[in-house]
């Protein structure tokens, strides 16, 4: 059986307010950096959870174990929650699907701009080529 939770870590970094969502399916994480610009009020979350979770990209999934723990006490689960409001950063783990995101990222952007580089060197050769066919014939 799967399991899956989210969580999204809201945070300022100068000059915007910025939210991560760390999605962690079985023992797979992947992240996504979302900027909010000014701070989102707490509907405003919901809305954007609600109507643009669907269309988030998240980074490549990054494997990691996970100790399961039987029974837990509740008084540990308060502790574990009060730590995680008071939490300003974002785990180490969602850096690095972070950082393997940006590079996808990177690689792509890099492939796509190469093509359009030999489009265009394509469409100039070929109007230089034309221009060449004209003046031979005496236009």
């Known amino acids: 059986m799967d399991r899956l939770s989210v969580k999204l870590t809201v945070y300022f970094e100068n000059p915007f307010w910025v939210g991560i969502f760390e999605r962690n399916i079985d023992e797979k994480l992947s992240v996504c950096k979302v900027i909010f610009g000014a701070e989102p009020k707490d509907n405003e979350i919901l809305n954007f959870v609600l109507n643009k979770y669907s269309k988030l990209k998240y980074s490549p999934e990054i494997f990691y174990e996970r100790a399961f723990k039987e ?11 009060k730590k995680q409001l008071n939490n300003k950063g974002v785990g180490t783990k969602s850096q690095q ?11 792509i952007r890099k492939i796509k701009t190469k093509e359009q580089k030999e489009f265009e060197k394509e469409k100039m050769y070929s109007l230089r080529q034309q221009k060449k066919r004209e003046k031979h014939k005496g236009r």
Do not use: E, F, I, S
Request: aromatic share 0%; charged share 35%.
């Open 71 to 81: 029974k837990v006490n509740p008084k540990r689960v308060q502790r574990d929650v």
């Open 97 to 107: 699907a972070l950082k393997l995101q940006q590079k996808q990222n990177k690689t």
